[in-house]
């Protein structure tokens, strides 16, 4: 079974920095998208940052310009370097990757990581 382990979490200062990583199993290419997504107390789930398996990606509007997504296909790993820390950002994020249906882009296997803790202070 595919394991997603993200790391990389903590705590930092608005305006800071931080980097998630999130390692697979197995080859990340085998799934058609992989992405990050968050959720603060008493909000919902969001996504943050998907890459497609061609390498395009798609960013929530909240955090375009500061937030990166990036793959590492020889070590199997997806990243996400945030930039420009804000309160707001505060959340658990969690990995994900998806392998879809041809033509309908239904989803047929949905593989969760166990979730990082982000804090940003204000």
């Known amino acids: 079974q595919v394991q997603l382990v993200e790391s990389g979490g903590g705590l930092v200062q608005a305006g800071g920095s931080l980097r998630l990583s999130c390692a697979a199993s197995?080859?990340?290419?085998?799934?058609?998208?992989m992405g990050w997504y968050r959720q603060a107390p008493g909000k919902q789930r969001e996504l943050v940052a998907a890459?497609?398996?061609?390498?395009?990606?798609n960013y929530a509007d909240s955090v375009k310009g500061r937030f990166t997504i990036s793959r590492d296909n020889a070590k199997n790993t997806v990243y996400l370097q945030m930039n420009s820390l804000k309160p707001e950002d505060t959340a658990v994020y969690y990995c994900?990757?998806?392998?879809?249906?041809?033509?309908?882009?239904?989803?047929?296997?949905?593989?969760w990581g166990q979730g990082a803790q982000v804090t940003v202070s204000s």
């Open positions: 197995g080859s990340i290419i085998s799934f058609n998208a």
């Open positions: 890459i497609l398996s061609g390498g395009s990606t």
């Open positions: 994900n990757a998806k392998k879809l249906a041809p033509f309908t882009g239904r989803v047929v296997d949905d593989y």
